[in-house]
């Protein structure tokens, strides 16, 4: 894995009487867990009152108090849910200006993506000043770093989130989550560790409740979205290197196609030709969440089209895989 500075993630801090209770009040995971010896990261999303997802989060403790990272694009949902529920309160927060997010890529994903790059140079948490924190989803392993230079450390944000979406890891690869109105199931988070079922109340845990037992239906399930050219091509006869391989979106193409076909189509789709690009389909039910040029992507799809599993995507035919997502991408 390549440690990398990951752009468009911000980083606020909470400290106070209350700060504990006040986040424990917002957030959808049990942030009693942390303690600052483990420097353990909790993963959560922040909901309305309607179980709609406003914004992402990775939470962990810091001395006296608790920094929390979210996506840039939901710092105005984020900064709304917060002054709206302080109240009386006794709990202060700021946006850190001067922190920095780094996080882990694999190595073949970034050679496959930036072959001209120089091969990177590993700092050291000493010349950093960083401290190292653990997730649970060890996708989500991270290093922080306050009030420090820019390091010599690469920017890996693309290549970064192309390992997430060949993971099915949609939550953070989306800019404003408020906008798409959709709930924590939709995006298989309660398989991923997002969800605690037994802690106190906080907000949207009542439509959490109803979901949990089964009163209440979410309405989309994640999907991996694929150009049918890829699936109807010859065997690449250059992808007898494998790659990947632990990643979700080839496990789905071996169980489908095969070892050999989920290979050669990996070397189809994550190549130097790969960029993010808009995504747009004649079909208004499928809520796009990233989409790549070489034709591969995630998005959203309702439960009752399930049936129906070929949609128009850029004037093109591409077939949807649905996403069994898993917890163990333990290996750094």
């Given at each position: ?156 944000t693309m290549p970064h989130r192309l390992h997430l979406a060949l993971n099915g890891f949609g939550l953070t690869l989306v800019k404003d989550l408020s906008s798409l109105k959709i709930l924590p199931q939709d995006l298989a988070l309660h398989k991923m560790g997002f969800i605690a079922k037994n802690k106190g109340c906080y907000v949207g845990q009542e439509i959490m409740n109803r979901i949990l037992n089964k009163t209440l ?116």
């Amino acid at each position: 894995m390549i440690l990398g500075r990951l752009g468009g993630r911000a980083i606020f801090s909470f400290w106070g009487t209350d700060s504990f209770t006040f986040l424990q009040g917002l957030t959808t995971n049990d942030i009693s867990l942390l303690d600052n010896a483990k420097k353990r990261l909790i993963g959560c999303v922040f909901l309305g009152s309607d179980g709609r997802i406003q914004a992402d989060g990775l939470v962990h403790r810091r001395e006296n108090g608790y920094m929390v990272e979210i996506g840039t694009g939901n710092l105005e949902a984020f900064t709304k849910l917060v002054r709206r529920r302080k109240l009386a309160a006794k709990v202060e927060y700021r946006l850190e200006q001067e922190s920095i997010v780094y996080g882990y890529t694999p190595r073949k994903i970034v050679r496959r993506v930036s072959p001209t790059e120089p091969e990177a140079t590993q700092p050291t948490d000493a010349s950093l000043h960083v401290t190292q924190y653990t997730a649970d989803l060890h996708l989500l392993n991270r290093k922080y770093a306050f009030n420090e230079p820019i390091s010599e450390a690469p920017d890996l944000t693309m290549p970064h989130r192309l390992h997430l979406a060949l993971n099915g890891f949609g939550l953070t690869l989306v800019k404003d989550l408020s906008s798409l109105k959709i709930l924590p199931q939709d995006l298989a988070l309660h398989k991923m560790g997002f969800i605690a079922k037994n802690k106190g109340c906080y907000v949207g845990q009542e439509i959490m409740n109803r979901i949990l037992n089964k009163t209440l239906m979410h309405k989309y399930q994640l999907h991996f979205l694929l150009r049918r050219d890829h699936i109807d091509a010859p065997l690449d006869e250059s992808s007898s290197e494998s790659f990947c391989t632990d990643a979700t979106f080839y496990r789905t193409l071996d169980r489908h196609f095969g070892g050999p076909k989920a290979a050669s189509i990996l070397h189809r789709v994550v190549n130097q030709e790969t960029t993010e690009q808009p995504m747009a389909t004649t079909d208004a039910k499928i809520i796009p969440l990233v989409y790549y040029s070489t034709g591969f992507g995630l998005g959203l799809i309702p439960q009752r089209s399930m049936s129906k599993n070929n949609f128009i995507i850029n004037e093109l035919e591409h077939i949807s895989l649905s996403v069994l997502p898993s917890t163990s991408h333990k290996q750094l």
